[in-house]
């Protein structure tokens, strides 16, 4: 199994990089479609992207916390989590930006479902091209339950790149600067400190990293 913290050991100069820290699903990875996909299968429904106006998934299937909890462990068994793919241009902005800075990963999935993710980014990326990968356990998953930011501050990190606002909200209260992957669920989020920027893919993501870089990084 894949350590939980620690991937791979990186040469002296590959730590020293600048971190970024980037959630994996529905950043990275396109998870939210094929786990909508698992749902509406399961339980015969036709609940569609726009749908999904919230991050809370209790509130939008209607379900307890522990059967949310429970169905994502089956849908990460499941042939829809196997169809999951990345973001379309996640390889070539990965790959472009662990040129100068090392990539971290922290994602809510808990520790008991770590054997999935790594493999995932595997796939479609290279695990060398990343520090490590965290699972925090949030908001259903079992884990250590440390907050985004508290990875930011491990790793003396500026910035955090999510789908979540809540996390780049917390983090923004730290001083860490933040960049929103826009989502269906955080499309209607106006109210975002001034250091979140908001970008429409992973590419825009690069182009506000450059453009920022000595206000992000000081």
Not at 1 to 24: F, G, Q
Not at 117 to 126: A, D, G, M, N, Q
Request: with cysteine.
């Amino acid at each position: 199994m894949v350590p939980t913290m620690v991937l791979c050991v990186k040469t002296a100069l590959s730590m020293e990089k600048r971190k970024i820290i980037k959630d994996a699903d529905d950043v990275l990875i396109l998870n939210f479609q094929r786990l909508n996909d698992f749902h509406n299968h399961k339980y015969d429904k036709k609940l569609k992207p726009e749908d999904y106006t919230s991050f809370d998934l209790t509130k939008i299937w209607g379900m307890s916390v522990h059967q949310v909890y429970e169905d994502e462990r089956e849908y990460y068994r499941s042939p829809f989590y196997e169809a999951v793919e990345s973001a379309s241009d996640g390889p070539k902005a990965v790959a472009h930006l662990s040129n100068n800075y090392g990539l971290v990963i922290a994602t809510g999935r808990g520790s008991d479902v770590e054997e999935y993710l790594p493999r995932t980014i595997e796939k479609f990326y290279s695990l060398d091209h990343f520090h490590s990968i965290h699972h925090l356990g949030f908001p259903y998953g079992y884990g250590l339950r440390r907050k985004k930011w508290q990875v930011c501050k491990d790793h003396n990190s500026k910035l955090l790149v999510d789908d979540f606002q809540g996390h780049l909200i917390e983090a923004a209260l730290q001083g860490i600067h933040g960049i929103m992957i826009t989502q269906p669920w955080n499309k209607g989020i106006t109210d975002l400190p001034k250091i979140v920027y908001r970008a429409r893919n992973l590419t825009e993501a690069v182009e506000i990293i450059e453009k920022k870089e000595e206000i992000i990084w000081g």
